[in-house]
């Protein structure tokens, strides 16, 4: 079996204290001015090693990424020598520590689910907030997971006695234990319980804990991943069973089940038992290369909307002119990428740190590596932007985007997008030879 790589279970850590201390593991950002030409920007970040750079101009700053000056020489055919200044449009929002100490201090002090719930609908409007003026998605979802940990932790807390706690772990699963559901979906969660615990403690919190969560705004799961769902709620001993139960009859149900374990996170409770679970896990991987294709093959289940010269392809009826971002872009990186880290016992959930991870083990080059991240982050926040105005005007979210919105150099990014995702599925069918089983 391979070694593992990444060890990041990120366990459940205390509120942050009201008083801040300087962080060593802390980096200061690259400065230039604004005057600064392109060519001199791409020779500073190379010097430091950086992907991104802070522009300032007198009181103003604002976010320069390697992106940007690739697009503006690449794409608008901008001069070496043009400053950067001519790159941006000066609309930061910044965001202090005091700000997420603010709303983390807010939901601590809490005392019951009524005001939670006031907390949980005032992080949409700070979150769209953020969107508008340009927050990076992968930063806004740091900011989002932290907060939304805090906030399961506070629910659990007010649900059951410390001493019960330290006898159970809550994971979140999906796109929240992978750190990237910005916008709340629904319930991905699970209950993991020692010998402790009796049955009925586990019956009655399980079901106490999906109710809290559908009071402040979480929808219940359409696949019924929560822990109200026997499978998704019980003691270790019997979570391990089923896992080796799934391990040993891959079917594509079974498949599923494993992809959404491995995107498990812990968030409150003994994380002891989670890290158990994660290494009987790894433990258990098959040595079988006719497993991971299996596991692989639903990056193949949907089409890149391309055609002939890279034409988009759009829906067709009640979807006229629109295409799933979700299907078409965020879903083929995420299982591609979580089917390569399988494969190399990647521990790290997120997809932009398995990416990484996947680069420091050459299965990916890095520059590759590098523009899958960017794509990922592009679509993804086309995704936030769709369901955030959604929900503004009080219609239920979707993935659908209705292409003559985009502006042309936003279109031309998405069409890049995709291209990249083509190349990164035919790679992921390359790499576990999945022609072979259609």
Do not use: W
């Given at each position: 079996m391979a070694k593992n790589r990444d060890l990041d279970s990120e366990a459940p850590v205390p509120p942050p204290p009201l008083s801040r201390t300087p962080n060593p593991g802390q980096r200061n950002p690259l400065v230039l001015a604004a005057e600064t030409s392109i060519?001199?920007?791409v020779q500073e970040m190379r010097a430091h090693g950086v992907d991104v750079v802070l522009a300032c101009q007198g009181n103003r700053q604002e976010i320069l990424t390697s992106t940007d000056l690739r697009d503006a020489l690449a794409i608008d055919q901008r001069p070496v020598d043009t400053p950067i200044a001519e790159l941006i449009s000066w609309t930061l929002a910044t965001a202090t520590p005091e700000t997420l100490?603010?709303?983390?201090?807010?939901?601590?002090q809490s005392r019951s689910l009524a005001e939670l719930a006031e907390e949980a609908r005032a992080q949409v409007s700070w979150v769209h907030a953020l969107v508008a003026k340009g927050m990076k998605v992968h930063y806004l979802g740091r900011l989002s997971r932290e907060l939304d940990r805090q906030l399961l932790q506070k629910v659990a807390s007010l649900l059951a006695a410390p001493e019960f706690?330290?006898?159970?772990?809550i994971l979140v699963m999906g796109s929240e234990g992978?750190?990237?559901q910005i916008i709340r979906t629904d319930q991905d969660n699970a209950l993991l319980a020692d010998a402790h615990c009796s049955d009925q403690e586990i019956h009655c919190f399980r079901h106490a804990f999906t109710s809290a969560l559908l009071q402040l705004g979480y929808p219940v799961c359409p696949g019924d991943v929560m822990m109200s769902n026997p499978r998704w709620g019980s003691r270790l001993a019997d979570f391990k069973d089923r896992m080796r139960t799934w391990m040993e009859n891959p079917t594509p149900d079974n498949l599923m089940q494993l992809a959404i374990c491995y995107d498990a996170r812990a968030v409150v409770g003994n994380v002891g038992l989670f890290l158990e679970a994660r290494d009987f896990f790894m433990a258990h991987l098959p040595n079988?290369?006719?497993f991971y294709a299996h596991f692989a093959m639903p990056v193949l289940a949907f089409k890149t909307p391309l055609g002939l010269f890279k034409r988009f392809i759009v829906e067709k009826g009640d979807k006229q002119g629109q295409i799933d971002l979700k299907k078409s872009g965020i879903f083929p990186i995420v299982h591609g990428v979580r089917s390569l880290a399988l494969e190399q016992r990647l521990l790290d959930p997120n997809t932009v740190r398995r990416i990484?991870?996947?680069?420091r083990c050459g299965v990916l080059e890095r520059a590759f590596g590098m523009d899958l991240i960017e794509a990922f982050d592009f679509v993804s926040g086309l995704r936030i932007k769709v369901r955030l105005d959604y929900l503004v005007h009080s219609k239920p979210a979707t993935d659908?985007?209705?292409?003559?919105t985009l502006g042309r150099l936003d279109r031309?990014?998405?069409r890049d997008c995709f291209v990249l995702v083509d190349r990164f599925k035919q790679l992921v069918s390359y790499h576990f030879r999945l022609q072979s089983l259609q």
């Open positions: 060519r001199d920007a100490l603010d709303r983390a201090v807010r939901l601590h706690l330290a006898h159970v772990c992978r750190g990237e079988d290369q006719a990484r991870g996947l680069v659908f985007l209705l292409l003559n031309e990014n998405l």
